[in-house]
């Protein structure tokens, strides 16, 4: 409810005309956003919402992180993902969901190819192929830049959106009251999702359009990026060269 609040008031304090555009998990948060100011005629509900590889709805296609969360009961995750930030460091005793067990669940997801990434960055260094290796560098350097979650967003996410699917089901409420997703009608909706995304798979973000079908055709649009994966709907080549000019217009469009 916290996230979902920040968002609102953050729209509120912007005024109207804005334009939303989550990425990954915060989706179903922007989409809730957007449909609790809908449902109450905010003036400053969104011109447009562009949700980008979010879990929506975690049930289509499902990948191997909605099989882990499905697998587990929510205790095993706070039992065994959950750690409190040492007394040393600011947040001391917070608990938190580490940045350092995000990162090495992502990176077991794809193991080989960062190993492989990683013996052709040191190739790169001993053939004095800097160009090449500052590439590969930097993208890691990004890469490993992960924030710790608080404890009680990633618990509630983990319940919420991958394992009772509360938002396509209809039951998910904010502050008490039911989330109507059809009540978004002034929202310009774009969703867009990646080929090869094995984190929040084909399927799973263009269904909010399912979710939202009193917005009407000209004001909706789903692009589907061919040969990217999770990370490539949102950075490198293809992000720049292909998908935010997609972007762009559509925002552009709706203003």
């Known amino acids: ?32 956003a957007t449909a609790v100011m809908a449902q109450g005629d905010h003036p400053a509900r969104p011109r447009s919402l562009t949700l980008m590889a979010g879990p929506i709805d975690a049930r289509v296609n499902p990948t191997k992180v909605n099989e882990l969360a499905t697998s587990k009961p929510i205790a095993w995750f706070e039992r065994n993902l959950i750690a409190s930030v040492p007394w040393r460091y600011p947040g001391a005793c917070r608990r938190v969901y580490p940045g350092f067990l995000q990162v090495a669940a992502f990176m077991s997801m794809n193991l080989e190819r960062h190993v492989s990434a990683h013996r052709k960055l040191f190739t790169d260094l001993a053939r004095d192929d800097r160009a090449s290796a500052l590439a590969t560098a930097a993208f890691y350097d990004e890469y490993f830049a992960v924030l710790d979650l608080t404890a009680e967003f990633y618990l509630e996410t983990v319940q919420k959106v991958f394992q009772q699917y509360e938002l396509p089901l209809g039951t998910l409420e904010w502050q008490g009251r039911r989330v109507e997703p059809a009540a978004i009608r002034r929202t310009a909706l774009l969703t867009v999702e990646g080929e090869r995304d094995d984190i929040c798979a084909v399927g799973q973000t263009v269904a909010a359009h399912d979710l939202c079908p009193n917005i009407g055709p000209a004001k909706r649009g789903h692009h589907l990026q061919a040969g990217v994966g999770h990370y490539g709907v949102f950075n490198g080549r293809r992000w720049e060269s292909q998908i935010y000019p997609i972007l762009q217009n559509f925002i552009r469009a709706n203003d």
Do not use: K, N, S, W
Request: aromatic residues 6%.
């Open 1 to 32: 409810d916290e996230y979902i609040d920040h968002i609102v008031r953050f729209l509120d304090v912007m005024g109207p005309g804005a334009h939303v555009v989550a990425v990954c998990q915060p989706c179903v948060a922007a989409l809730v």
